[in-house]
């Protein structure tokens, strides 16, 4: 597939080759856990195992590496799994990260309680700040993680700026893509070394699959990553592979209904009298406008606010929403809210990372709009 294509064609194509033997137009689901050798070591395409390597997981790879702009893509069998791998690939015991003080609960749990008892140590930073960024650097630092934007305050890191900050210090720059997806946002283009995803959310579409995915350009990267992919084995199973790419053969048409529905509830809550803030990078006077409008094709299907009342109001908000699910994950076709406090980052209460204890986060899906601000109206009462 040619790599000069439209996003709309190499998500639909990339990878997508026709069966060979029957011309089926969409790749089969490799339900198989071995393969037979044609003489010992005879290996037909380079199959011998499904955790090493599996055709389904193959063609879903390689569609994520188009989308990305990347060498290689890699499928696991969750964001975390996605991580895990990445981190310990990266890093040995003493190293350090620079994380962001916004981000995914289960990205700081994963350093917090599982990396830092490895000897793994991280600073936390304020990555809308390079200076922030450029000061929680060490000797010792090897890696730099974003998320643009974060979740769930949906704040904004100029890549190109941070990845400057990265070369500079001989580091590697990750970027968890997963609020954007690759069709509003490519962050290898802007200086990356590695895009993560959570290919649950906005990639899957569906509410229907779990999965993760690392995409890369360096190829000596690329070996070590897919080396430790094998080694440790969280990988994509074949049919959690197959709901991905068929997620994300709608992807485009998915994500500019999410940013149009998005922008007319950013634009209602802000107008709403028991609404105190909007965390929108759509809205002029986010802090993050400029830059998300430089570095994205659209701002995306998220869109959290603070209630007027405190946590006790906003919990109500989410327990009189209807049509608006409430619900942890994000990226669906259907809209849902969460209290972030007290689910999604219940993990990092009483850290750098707690979220506010008014935050409502929406993940606005793709149903009429009318219908959307109609129930957040009845939901804030």
């Known amino acids: 597939m040619n790599d000069q294509h439209s996003f709309e064609t190499l998500a639909i194509h990339a990878g997508n080759t ?5 011309g089926a137009v969409v790749p ?15 290996l037909r395409g380079g199959y011998e195992y499904s955790r090493s390597a599996n055709p389904t997981r193959t063609a879903l790879e390689e569609n994520l590496a188009a989308l990305e702009g990347g060498r290689r893509g890699l499928a696991f069998a969750s964001g975390l799994a996605a991580e895990d791998c990445l981190l310990r690939t990266l890093l040995t015991p003493g190293d350090h990260v620079v994380i962001p003080n916004d981000a995914y609960g289960g990205t700081f749990r994963l350093f917090a309680k599982v990396a830092s008892r490895w000897g793994v140590e991280f600073s936390v930073a304020d990555t809308s700040d390079v200076s922030a960024v450029r000061a929680a650097l060490t000797p010792r630092t090897k890696a730099i993680w974003v998320e643009t934007p974060s ?3 949906l704040g904004i890191t100029d890549l190109a700026a941070v990845a400057g900050v990265a070369r500079q210090a001989g580091v590697r720059l990750v970027v968890d893509n997963t609020f954007a997806s690759p069709y509003l946002q490519q962050p290898l283009s802007l200086g990356a070394d590695v895009v993560v995803h959570s290919t649950t959310k906005y990639m899957g579409g569906h509410s229907d699959v779990v999965g993760g995915a690392l995409v890369v350009s360096d190829p000596e990267l690329a070996e070590e990553l897919a080396y430790h992919q094998n080694a440790m084995g969280a990988v994509a199973g074949p049919f959690d592979a197959w709901l991905v790419l068929r997620g994300i053969k709608t992807l485009a048409v998915r994500m ?29 006077d986010h802090p993050g406008h400029e ?13 959290s606010f603070r209630v007027a009342g405190g946590e006790e109001a906003a919990v ?29 980052h219940a993990s990092a209460a ?3 990372l707690e979220v506010p204890a008014d935050l409502v986060r929406l993940s606005v899906g793709i149903e009429n709009a009318d219908d959307l601000l109609a129930d957040l109206t009845q939901a804030l009462g």
């Open 350 to 352: 009483g850290s750098p």
């Open 28 to 42: 089969p689901i490799y339900q198989v856990s071995t393969y037979k050798q044609d003489g010992v070591g005879g």
């Open 18 to 22: 026709a069966d060979p033997l029957t």
């Open 291 to 303: 830059v998300a409008a430089k570095q994205m094709k659209a701002f995306g299907g998220m869109v």
């Open 256 to 284: 500019d209904r999410h940013d149009e529905n998005a922008t007319k509830v950013a634009d209602l809550l802000t107008r709403h009298p028991k609404v105190t803030k909007v965390l929108y990078p759509g809205l002029p």
């Open 316 to 344: 109500e908000v989410c327990n009189r929403a209807k049509l608006f699910t409430l619900g942890e994950s994000l990226g669906g076709v259907e809209s849902l809210l969460e209290h972030p406090g007290r689910m999604t």
């Open 151 to 153: 979740n769930p305050l």
